[in-house]
């Protein structure tokens, strides 16, 4: 494979034809390579990335962006429902400790207590923060920032807009972002992290627009990459969920944990197939939507775990009045974490209570006026609209679980976002620990931003502590990862990538999905090495240029090896708890797995995985006190009264 | 259920191309893009799209559907006939990477042109307070995606790529409306949006407002009524008497001109 950059006569090209990102596109550029030195390097440009790189810029660090897509494409966008943040603007009894305890409560306390706390703590800030850069959320009517409900949340606590929230932050960040100045390479992947006698020196990839190859001199490295949905069928990621974060930080030799928690969302679309696995917001339900089943039964009520009785409503008069009326009544069964509501689902549809196409209904069109519905789930309706020709505000959704995000990541301080790596930092869906088993709904977008901030500063304190002695990066690694990058156009005779995952996605869902047993995750793990070894010597046709059957090739390897780390964790731990069910263990284990995590790295070839357990942070004693018996309701409780 | 479709597809590079013929299985409910996944997985590998959420909601597979500016994930193909071949052709204003894949980097070019957002101070107890009707102006025009097809489609940088050094384009120009409607901003752009932005230079003929996928009232609610504030400011001689003798216009109240 030469490289193919001169299929562009140099003279086409103005070097300022990529003046945003840099990207010269030159046919002269010396071996194809292009170098960069920055102090931090932030890969991804979701609301993590961004917000990270805001901060490393104000802290003064000479900032790079890189991301897979075009700036504000990333996955962010699709995040519908709000940002949870404890600002009391409808609850005046809302804090951060009760925001804290819930969700503790929702990862069933195998969360790490301080990113937990930082995150309630922090939150309400880095939302206001947004309104000062330009957001525009919805109001109350005092004028505040207006705050919703869904599922695991004591108090209506979603900063939003509509049911658009997530691009209302991520073009708030990227217009901040711009508005900075920070150097943006988009349409960049990075394929490797390079590093120098253990520390981060920088790292390598290539723009997906040319070909041609790019490597970054810098001490830090911030992964904000996202999540993993891609290795499943059923999803609600975008092409990018591949694990390249997860995956790059275990090849350089950090370590994840809870990589066995995958979260599937209750409420994903089912039909038309085409569509099948797009997220339908939470917020449905928080706004009043209910679940039923093919006998019209509103089964929710059936499937209250003893953990939650005392906060869930066991009679639907007493659920329907909570809407209104928060203070004498108890949640609806609905809005119960997603864990709890997308295994009941499933176990409607399995007793043949589903719907035509094998989902359940989600029905807002017989509890609120067309009106409200158009004025508060605008996406949705367009959604169904357009893509299934369903009108919301007339008739039920059908609706079942599709893999939504993964809560386990890299192993990270809680302070500093640091990984083991020195100079290697990962931040929002690809770190881990602050979601425990399960994530609450609008607890990933304040994740994002809280984390992101504290990434981008801690990595630009490293940097800047080491002076004028850095890192250097290797050229015999550099030279290696283009050798690995090309090698898919080495093969012949191979198969193509985009049959080798979509029999991984099949494979995972069918073994490694919201129900699992120690026999099938033992097969998932054989069929796995079976794909590892056809990827050896998968084929790409074409050239360098926007190829994305190269792209995918890549990608795939980070798949691959990320898929082991899910259902190898997934095998060892021996209970069910939050985003992991086990159908030969069924209940939470308290005493044994209640108490640790587990840590996946990789083995010594690189290629595989190593697992061991870990026991969880302690928690301090004034904190223990929010979950002690006698607190059962909440800290907040003595002040509800009032 | 299922059919055979015939596509047209233009495959090529800056160096120039042509439109491939290709016939490609579909089923019942899918989508032009599943259309052209079908076909990159199985008959062209190497085939350039860009795309992400397949939901509607990130504006990254803008192309020409039939001749018409559209997202791939939105485009059913039960909108067609079953014997009808689709043709699929990167967007024209903007030069072409690869097949469908085109350099939109004119828009980001033109986005850090556009000065920034500037509040006033927090409110004493540190929260910001703004009416939900005073905000859902600026929310309408918040809910594009950037897919770029009002400034692929817009006749004034369309049929003449000279005028785009001068002129920010539709979703630009949203962009100015958003932050002059903005009930805590301080800045007055109307100055800029005549001049570096060339808000003068589009003639309202609507077609941005046609093609955009998110249902915006790009031409109503943000060029006209900023048309109608820049005119305010420069020829109506009532303002221009107000500002003479100390009465100015509230709207504008507290704003500085930048």
């Known amino acids: 494979m030469s490289d193919n950059t001169g299929s562009h006569p140099a003279g086409a090209h103005p070097t300022t034809r990529h003046p945003m990102t840099g990207n010269e596109m030159s046919a002269a550029a010396a071996g194809g390579m292009e170098r960069h030195t920055y102090d931090v390097v932030v890969v991804g440009a979701g609301g993590a990335g961004l917000r990270a790189a805001i901060a490393a810029q104000d802290a003064g660090a000479r900032t790079a962006l890189v991301c897979k897509s075009l700036l504000g494409k990333a996955h962010t966008v699709m995040a519908e429902g709000g940002i949870a943040a404890a600002m009391g603007n409808r609850w005046p009894e809302d804090n951060w400790e009760v925001h804290f305890r819930d969700t503790m409560r929702g990862g069933k306390m195998l969360n790490n207590w301080r990113m937990a706390q930082l995150h309630a703590q922090e939150a309400p800030e880095r939302v206001q923060e947004l309104e000062d850069w330009g957001a525009l959320f919805d109001r109350t009517e005092d004028g505040l920032i207006s705050q919703r409900d869904v599922g695991g949340h004591k108090y209506a606590r979603l900063a939003h807009v509509g049911d658009r929230t997530g691009l209302e932050m991520i073009r708030t960040l990227q217009q901040r972002a711009v508005h900075l100045g920070i150097d943006v390479f988009m349409e960049c992947t990075i394929t490797d992290l390079l590093k120098d006698d253990g520390v981060i020196s920088g790292a390598f990839g290539y723009w997906r627009e040319s070909g041609r190859f790019i490597t970054f001199e810098a001490p830090s490295v911030i992964l904000a990459t996202g999540g993993i949905g891609k290795s499943f069928k059923v999803t609600s990621n975008s092409w990018e969920y591949t694990g390249d974060g997860h995956a790059l930080a275990m090849r350089s030799g950090a370590n994840l944990i809870n990589m066995e928690f995958v979260q599937f969302h209750p409420t994903g679309m089912v039909w038309p197939p085409s569509v099948k696995g797009l997220l339908v917001t939470e917020s449905v339900r928080g706004d009043g939507g209910i679940l039923k089943n093919s006998e019209g039964k509103r089964f929710m009520f059936d499937y209250i775990p003893e953990f939650f009785k005392s906060e869930t409503a066991d009679t639907e008069a007493e659920a329907d009045r909570w809407y209104d009326d928060k203070k004498n009544n108890r949640r609806p069964p609905e809005l119960l974490p997603r864990d709890e509501v997308a295994r009941a689902i499933n176990s409607e549809i399995k007793a043949g209570r589903g719907t035509p196409h094998g989902g359940i209904y989600l029905d807002i069109a017989s509890r609120r006026s067309p009106e409200f519905i158009r004025k508060r789930l605008p996406s949705m309706y367009h959604q169904f609209k357009e893509l ?23 192993e990270v301080d809680a302070d500093t976002q640091e990984s083991a790596v020195t100079g290697l930092y990962a931040v929002g869906e690809c770190s881990g620990g602050m979601h425990g088993s399960n994530r609450l709904g609008g607890n990933s977008l304040g994740d994002l931003l809280v984390f992101g901030k504290r990434a981008g500063e801690a990595a630009t304190a490293y940097a800047t502590s080491l002076g004028e002695a850095r890192p250097q990066v290797d050229e015999a690694d550099v030279k290696a990862a283009q050798v690995s990058a090309l090698a898919p156009f080495e093969v012949e005779g191979g198969e193509n990538p985009y049959t080798i995952q979509s029999d991984l996605q099949q494979s995972m869902n069918d073994l490694v999905g919201i129900i699992r047993t120690a026999s099938e995750l033992e097969e998932s793990l054989s069929r796995i090495e079976v794909l590892k070894k056809r990827a050896e010597t998968m084929v790409v046709e074409g050239h360098r240029q926007y190829n994305p059957g190269w792209h995918l090739a890549l990608d795939l390897r980070n798949m691959l090896l990320v898929s082991e780390a899910i259902a190898t964790a997934a095998l060892a731990r021996q209970e069910s708890r939050g985003g992991h069910t086990r159908d030969d263990f069924p209940q939470a284990d308290d005493a044994v797995w209640g108490r640790k995590n587990l840590v996946v790295s990789t083995d010594d070839s690189g290629q595989g995985v190593v697992l061991r357990e870990q026991p969880l942070p302690e928690m301090p004693e004034d904190l223990k006190k929010y979950f002690a018996p006698a607190a059962a309701e909440s800290p907040a409780a003595s002040k509800e009264g009032k | 259920m299922g059919y055979d479709l015939k596509m047209r597809v233009w495959r090529g590079d800056i160096d120039g191309g042509d439109l491939a013929d290709y016939t490609v299985e579909v089923s019942e409910g899918e989508v032009v893009l599943d259309a052209l996944h079908r076909l990159q997985a199985t008959q062209a590998g190497d085939l350039a799209i860009r795309w992400n959420c397949k939901a509607g909601k990130c504006g990254s597979c803008s192309a020409e559907i039939n001749g018409r500016p559209r997202l791939l994930c939105m485009t059913r193909l039960s909108d067609f006939d079953e014997s009808e071949t689709i043709t699929v052709t990167p967007m024209r204003s903007f030069p072409v990477i690869r097949d469908l894949v085109t ?81 805590l901003d301080t800045h007055d752009r109307r100055e800029l949006a005549q001049g570096a932005a060339g808000l003068g230079m589009c003639n309202i003929t609507k077609c941005c407002t046609e093609v955009c996928p998110e249902n915006i009232q790009i031409t109503d609610n943000a060029i006209i009524p900023m048309k109608e504030r820049v005119a305010d400011r420069k020829y109506d001689p009532l303002v221009w008497l107000g500002n003479k003798i100390g009465l100015r216009n509230k709207d504008y109240e507290g704003r500085t001109e930048v």
Request: proline share 7%.
């Open chain 2, 103 to 183: 350099d939109v980097s004119y828009n980001y070019e033109k986005a850090k042109e556009l000065p920034g957002i500037a509040l006033g101070p927090r409110d004493a107890d540190g929260k910001r307070r703004m009416a939900q009707i005073d905000v859902e102006r600026g929310q309408e025009f918040r809910k594009c995606i950037e897919c770029f097809l009002c400034q692929n489609t817009c006749h004034v940088v369309r049929d003449h790529e000279d005028n785009k050094p001068a002129f920010a384009g539709p979703r630009f120009f949203l962009r100015y409306a958003e932050l002059d409607m903005h009930p």
């Open chain 1, 388 to 410: 299934a020709d369903v009108d919301i505000t007339a008739e039920p959704m059908e609706i079942g679980p599709t893999c939504h995000y993964v809560m386990g990541g890299v």
